[in-house]
């Protein structure tokens, strides 16, 4: 079992949807939980972190179920600029590891 | 900038040739990450380094690969004989010293490597 699974998408979405991401992860121990956003030829860059409570920036909001092992992202009213590859991140004592991305693609 | 710097940005290497790839962490980083992104695959991570130690390589190939970080300098990812399949984006990642809860990794721009 990999160690961070997501979807890999594409995701196709209309200007305006809201779109939802999920990923799991395997080691029960992990401490912290990011998303990143990287775009087509450039490096990842932290969308936000993920807080057990769940936190809310703008238009995305982040979810962590810790009994379930996955977090989840919400970007609700899609815009052309969110197009890009979403990567979840789980952290267990600075030991970063990445899932392989979802795909995000909004069009007009 | 103090941001995470790698080079070179692009290299180009022919199969057999030595690949070396640079990255120094932000100011006040001591944790060093690298990544491989195979083209339209996700990010898999190699190893993991503090100075002068390897925390974890659990994720670099057996054979012809080798990372260090030392005492003074960049770290260094070195690919000895360089195969076609090692054509990749190589990310560099950094944080700081403190352990714990919170702490993410900022990425480098990326050594594009193409073997020909």
């Known amino acids: 079992r990999k160690e961070v699974e997501q979807d890999p998408g594409p995701f196709n979405v209309p200007e305006g949807a809201t779109v939802a991401f999920n990923c799991t992860y395997s080691?029960?121990?992990?401490?912290?939980f990011f998303w990143y956003r990287q775009d087509c030829r450039k490096e990842p860059k932290l969308l936000m972190s993920?807080?057990?409570s769940g936190n809310e920036d703008g238009r995305f909001t982040a979810q962590l179920n810790r009994a379930s092992q996955y977090i989840s992202l919400l970007i609700r009213d899609s815009k052309l600029s969110d197009s890009a590859t979403y990567l979840c991140?789980?952290?267990?004592?600075?030991?970063?590891?990445f899932g392989a991305g979802t795909r995000l693609t909004v069009k007009p | 900038n103090a941001g995470v710097m790698q080079n070179p940005r692009h290299l180009v290497r022919r199969r057999g040739q030595e690949a070396r790839l640079r990255c120094s962490p932000m100011?006040?980083?001591?944790?060093v990450y690298w990544y491989r992104q195979l083209p339209e695959e996700g990010l898999k991570f190699m190893v993991y380094?503090?100075?002068?130690?390897?925390?974890?390589e659990s994720g670099m190939p057996k054979e012809r690969f080798s990372a260090e970080f030392p005492k003074e300098g960049p770290s260094i990812l070195r690919i000895q004989q360089v195969v076609r399949g090692d054509s990749a984006a190589y990310f560099c990642?950094?944080?700081?010293?403190?352990?714990?809860?919170?702490?993410?990794?900022?990425f480098g721009e990326g050594s594009w490597l193409t073997v020909v």
């Open positions: 990642a950094s944080s700081p010293q403190t352990q714990g809860a919170g702490n993410t990794i900022y």
């Open positions: 080691n029960s121990a992990s401490q912290s």
């Open positions: 993920v807080y057990s």
């Open positions: 991140a789980v952290n267990k004592n600075n030991d970063m590891r």
């Open positions: 100011k006040g980083h001591s944790h």
């Open positions: 380094l503090q100075k002068e130690n390897i925390i974890d």
